[in-house]
């Protein structure tokens, strides 16, 4: 027959394929014609028989040949075509009328295809791997082009397809998850059987736990975007895979047809993966998509409704993005009088951002100076307009006041609704306002003014109090002027409300126990509350009706905040402040005493910030913190130890000077390391600490450093990213930024290793730990002393890998070392950096253990005695000179 | 197993598939469809796409936990972490002692 010439042609060229593709269906045809009758059982189709014959002999030909032989994969395509010419040619020759054909009838194409199918199907559990590849590579070019299958032979093809699907091979699974797909689309709107799962769940699945990324990948595109399939999708923004995250943006989510088919969540979750990625090819795919989404939606107000501006945490990025990628929605912003007139939540937040965005691009070239300028309002404009927000703001919270607290009328939710834009729009004029030009002194005056008023009034929005100190500050000349308008605010509204209150007492002079900065504020702390003095002139809060004491507290949490956020904002010495002075017994103090945790942990807070700046506080209120370290509740546990970090870092030598004694550092050291016992956030606000107090060079303790390592590697910290990714940061840093450094962690290097070997033996089954050797990889890394970063006074220390030799073979020597461990170690000395000097000692040193080692106590394990010899004679060869006519007895 | 990387150049000479001999029993379908054991040729349920699951096997809740290939959360942990106070971000700290990268040192 002529049916191998046509494969044989067809293996080389596809431009053959079309012209061999018409030859063969001409001898299908003539095949078909030919049968012949056997009596009593009907019609014979030898003909055809004849022709499935040869053409599965030419497929197995192709079955064995191994992936990436191109001559295989173009006979493949040549099939694929061929049975979708067939089919092609069928439908039209059924379409043509043939009305004394039945439809379900067999018909030389159908069984042809069938019989190719079932042909196939027999490979999917083959043995050779090749064979299984190359079935699904068939199945999987042809499958489309299919046309009806009988029921059985579909189920059969399904089934065989999804085993394949886990084949152990990835070019299997790959070429399996093409064809799944293909019949996937088929499967669309089909009923399944009960709990059985659908193509496409499968593909999902796919998509998500495949090990190989261009399993995944190919999933990936091959899955089409709906409700259902969108967040298994969303989850690859995660993606390991590198291209695979930047496909989702340039292929999966820049084909939707509307970023509005995503929920809210899904499109931060979308801007923040994007923009924050650690690959410029995906922030550039990210930002690309988002940049398209501002047409998507109708524009850039649009965009920014759809981004919920005033809850969004990413809605500024996605917006700077913007101003990057799309240049011309840029230039064409302009803020005019009616622009300002009009203001909603989104347009206050663009004027902002904007206003943000030339500030921070202002130093580049490019950077045009009068569009700021155009865009900025004049000062005592805006100030009306806060004022005028302001105003409306209050009027708002007082309707909502009076009305009753279930908000549950649709009239009564957008009230509610009104209220939340003002307050956001205002908060965005707010932070706009700090980049004014105050030039203008009756402007700044009145901006003061406004300002200094609405923190004087309690019903100011608490999120407002922060955005407007920033502002006062701004507007004050120094410091100090911040600290005197802040503390007389206070006391105003103290006073008021004092003056509500018809009970209220002369005033008592302060009692010494309450004086700030007094050791005895820890005692008062601890002391049940039995004998508490009266404070400040006030009333007992159980002599108040509720009430009032509601009234009190809510006055003191505010007056605390506004402490807080004036004290974040200073940092000068509070004894050229006697203003605030005042404040400490009257309020800061009685607050570290309450019951109530917020005003508790606001009291804490704000003796922490004065401590900062107050050197005598600080050692007299050291203790406390620490003692509030143990026994605060969690949430505020956390606060209170990042103030002691704090007050190590401000104050470390006057506090282990003054209250500790000698041993000073090594206790706080102890009682700081126990917090990396504690709780996921207790750990890494321990770990963070830590880390900044040996990179400062406070503590220089190697146990603490072998600590931070163990708990870097310790598979409890493995769902703590917030310690992992600090400690990924700090080892680095630490280590190349000083010999010395380095040095702490050659000293620690092998007991590390062998307690992390022992760590990692132990592991559960659940758990997961970088194997010993990655371990050692890693320290070596970081000891590499090629690696730091050269400063006048602090040369490299070229032999720190050459100790690391010394304490690894003194390890070898040992008898109580486990075998694996020994192996690893032994493995890692070829991985050290050799240096060009050594002297003399180290030399001779290194080279009598690595003898004594061989002739005395020859490692076991063929491995590592292999690596141990090859450092062995590297070292005898570099230093050759060196030991000419040394022995080992001169030594 | 990973011997095939040596030999490129044999590869493209023998790439020709003989379409014109007759069949011999090399090719055969019996052989080239010898069957494996099942075990051998799928992955581990630990990793890969979820296997069918059975009505029976569907009774013992067992859920093996399967790695989903996702990068961690980034934390985005800078250098200017490292140089400031907890309580006051706002502020940068004067390192005092010895060498640390200034402010310039990026996070990577």
Known sequence: ?891 | GGTGAAKPKREKASTKISFLDPPTAAVTAKQLFAPAGKAVIVLPAKTGAAAPVSANRRKSKKVVKRDDHTLPDDMHFSSRQLLRLFLKPKFTLKMRRQGVPGDDAGDG
């Open chain 1, 1 to 891: 027959e002529s049916i191998p010439p046509i494969f044989d042609q067809a293996q080389f060229t596809l431009a053959s394929h079309r012209k061999n593709i018409v030859t063969l269906y001409k001898i299908h045809a003539q095949c078909a014609a030919i049968s012949e009758e056997v009596p009593g059982r009907g019609i014979k189709l030898t003909g055809e028989k004849a022709f499935n014959d040869a053409f599965l002999d030419m497929v197995n030909r192709v079955l064995p040949v191994k992936k990436g032989v191109p001559n295989a994969d173009k006979i493949i395509k040549f099939c694929g075509s061929f049975v979708g010419y067939v089919s092609e040619k069928e439908k039209k020759d059924r379409a043509d009328g043939e009305e004394d054909e039945d439809e379900d009838e067999d018909t030389p194409a159908s069984r042809f295809v069938a019989t190719l199918l079932k042909h196939l199907l027999k490979g999917f559990l083959a043995k050779d791997k090749n064979v299984r590849y190359r079935v699904c590579y068939f199945v999987a070019q042809m499958v489309s082009s299919v046309g009806e299958m009988d029921e059985d032979l579909y189920t059969t093809l399904r089934a065989s397809l999804l085993e394949r699907v886990r084949d152990k091979e990835t070019p299997v699974r790959l070429q399996a998850v093409i064809a799944l797909a293909k019949l996937a689309k088929g499967e669309e709107g089909m009923d399944l059987e009960d709990g059985q799962q659908s193509l496409l769940e499968v593909l999902v699945d796919v998509v998500r736990f495949d090990p190989v990324a261009d399993v995944r990948r190919a999933a990936l595109l091959n899955i089409s975007c709906t409700p259902t399939t969108l967040p298994a999708l969303l989850t690859r923004t995660r993606d390991e895979d590198t291209i695979l995250r930047k496909l989702v943006y340039r292929h999966v989510l820049a084909a939707l047809p509307t970023p509005l088919i995503l929920s809210i969540a899904q499109r931060e979750e979308v801007v923040r993966n994007g923009l924050g990625d650690r690959e410029p090819a995906v922030r550039a795919a990210a930002a690309n998509l988002i940049g398209a989404w501002v047409d998507a939606v109708g524009g850039l107000e649009k965009f920014l409704v759809m981004l919920d501006v005033s809850t969004s945490i990413v809605a500024e990025d996605a917006l700077l993005s913007v101003f990057v990628t799309r240049p011309d929605v840029f230039d064409e912003l302009e803020f005019d009088e009616a622009y300002w007139g009009d203001l909603n939540p989104e347009r206050a937040f663009l004027a902002r951002v904007f206003v943000d965005h030339c500030i921070n691009t202002k130093a580049s070239k490019s950077f045009d100076d009068t569009r700021l300028e155009t865009a900025l309002p004049v000062v005592t404009a805006l100030a009306f307009r806060i004022q005028d927000a302001y105003n409306a703001l209050i009027a708002l919270i007082n309707v909502l006041g009076s009305i009753s607290p279930a908000r549950d009328t649709p009239a009564e939710d957008d009230e509610e609704m009104k209220r939340e834009d003002t307050e956001f729009i205002l908060s965005q004029m707010l932070k706009l306002a700090v980049n004014l030009d105050y030039a203008d002194e009756i402007g700044r005056r009145k901006m003061f003014g406004l300002v200094r008023d609405m923190i004087s009034q309690e019903a100011l929005p608490e999120p407002l109090v922060a955005l407007c100190l920033d502002v006062l500050r701004k507007l004050s000349a120094s410091e100090r002027d911040l600290i005197r308008v802040v503390v007389e605010v206070v006391q105003e509204l103290r006073d008021t409300g004092k003056d509500d209150d018809e009970t209220v007492e002369p005033e008592h002079a302060p009692d010494d126990e309450t004086q700030y900065g007094d050791e005895t504020v820890e005692q008062g702390n601890r002391a049940p509350g039995g004998s508490r003095g009266k404070v400040n002139g006030r009333p007992e809060p159980e002599e108040m009706d509720d009430e009032t004491r509601e009234k009190m507290e809510y006055i003191d949490l505010r007056c605390l905040a506004l402490c807080i956020g004036m004290l974040e904002r200073v940092n000068g010495t509070l004894q050229e402040n006697s203003s605030f002075h005042g404040l400490l017994p009257e309020l800061i103090v009685p607050a570290v005493r309450s019951k109530v945790p917020l005003m508790r942990e606001r009291g804490l807070i704000c003796l922490g910030l004065c401590c900062l700046i107050d050197r005598k506080m600080a050692l007299n209120s050291f203790q406390l913190f620490m003692h509030q370290v143990q026994t605060a509740p969690e949430t505020l546990r956390v606060k209170v130890l990042q103030t002691v970090f704090d007050l190590l870092m401000v104050h470390e030598a006057d506090i282990l000077k003054g209250t500790i004694g000698p041993q000073g550092e090594s206790r706080i050291v102890d009682f700081l390391s126990h917090a990396l016992e504690e709780t996921n956030e207790i750990q890494a606000v321990a770990t963070e600490g830590i880390a900044k107090l040996m990179l400062s060079g406070m503590v220089s303790d190697e146990n603490v450093l072998k600590r931070l390592v163990l708990v870097y590697f310790s598979p409890e910290t493995a769902d703590n990213q917030a310690l992992r990714q600090c400690l990924s940061y700090f080892f680095p840093v630490y280590c190349y930024s000083s010999p010395a450094n380095q040095r702490r962690l050659q000293r620690i290097f092998v007991p590390t290793i062998e307690l992390l070997a022992g760590v990692h033996r132990e592991l559960d089954q659940e758990e997961e730990m970088v194997a010993p050797a990655q371990v050692g990889l890693l320290l070596l890394d970081w000891t590499d002393p090629q690696k730091t970063v050269g400063k006048p006074g602090s040369e490299p220390d070229d032999s720190i890998h050459m100790d690391i030799a010394i304490d690894i073979v003194r390890g070898l020597f040992r008898s109580d070392m486990e075998k694996d461990d020994k192996k690893t170690l032994a493995q890692l000395l070829g991985k050290l950096h050799v240096p060009e000097k050594l002297d003399d000692d180290k030399v001779r040193t290194l080279k009598v253990l690595l003898d004594n080692l061989q002739a005395r106590r020859p490692l076991k394990d063929t491995t590592a005695r292999n690596a141990f010899a090859r450092f062995q004679n590297s070292i005898t060869k570099k230093f050759a000179e060196q030991l000419a006519g040394f022995s080992e007895e001169d030594f």
